[in-house]
T-cell receptor, first 109, second 112 residues
Framework: KQEVTQIPAALSVPEGENLVLNCSFT??????LQWFRQDPGKGLTSLLL?????REQTSGRLNASLDKSSGRSTLYIAASQPGDSATYLC????????FGTGTSLTVIP | DAGITQSPRHKVTETGTPVTLRCHQT?????MYWYRQDPGHGLRLIHY???????DKGEVSDGYSVSRSKTEDFLLTLESATSSQTSVYFC???????????FGNGTRLTVT
């Protein structure tokens, strides 16, 4: 069974800082990896999807990378803003999606 | 936003009663999923569907059943609710494997 780990569980940074969130997985036989954002009491919003054949994807201030061989993905957030405060989850897609428990990000004004 | 509606948004029920949660989509997507989200466990797959009347179990399917009689509706039934099924339930959809998952806003279920 695929195991997905996200470290740290919580992160607090001052506004404007660049930051990296980590996601690791145990089985490299994946179809894709997806990053989500979840605000309190809300559903998950898709941020980026990286196919297994890709190395990275970018959307605005977000950049996600994938290294299948080492079982790692990172989500880079540039110039963080208070509105980025949320929980970020990664999900690894094989025959089904497996989720990490998330990193709770707080950006301090 | 993907057109996904979950109902009800909140429900409180008693142990032993049956409960049905509904997921309705307007995207005509083939794949639909039910997840539960619990502190410390992340999201775990309960059941999924890959077409009308085609369903399969996820990793935490015990105590749950599903039905999909139309493309747009995926129902999750707790046959006899237990306190361990207190959770937030999310529906997700995708048109095909390899495409992004899109989620509904969830149903918060409390079993007393």
């Amino acid at each position: 069974k695929q195991e997905v780990t996200q470290i740290p569980a919580a992160l607090s940074v001052p506004e404007g800082e660049n930051l990296v969130l980590n996601c690791s997985f145990t089985d490299s036989a994946i179809y894709n990896l997806q990053w989500f954002r979840q605000d309190p009491g809300k559903g998950l919003t898709s941020l980026l999807l990286i196919q297994s054949s890709q190395r990275e994807q970018t959307s605005g201030r977000l950049n996600a990378s994938l290294d299948k061989s080492s079982g790692r993905s990172t989500l880079y957030i540039a110039a963080s803003q208070p509105g980025d405060s949320a929980t970020y989850l990664c999900a690894v897609g094989g025959n089904q999606f497996y989720f990490g428990t998330g990193t709770s990000l707080t950006v301090i004004p | 936003d993907a057109g996904i509606t979950q109902s009800p948004r909140h429900k409180v029920t008693e142990t032993g009663t049956p409960v049905t949660l509904r997921c309705h989509q307007t995207e005509n997507h083939r794949y639909m999923y039910w997840y539960r989200q619990d502190p410390g466990h992340g999201l775990r797959l309960i059941h999924y569907s890959y077409g009308v009347k085609d369903t399969d179990k996820g990793e935490v399917s015990d105590g749950y059943s599903v039905s999909r009689s139309k493309t747009e509706d995926f129902l999750l039934t707790l046959e006899s609710a237990t306190s361990s099924q207190t959770s937030v339930y999310f529906c997700a959809i995708t048109p095909r494997e390899g495409e992004p998952l899109h989620f509904g806003n969830g149903t918060r279920l409390t079993v007393t």
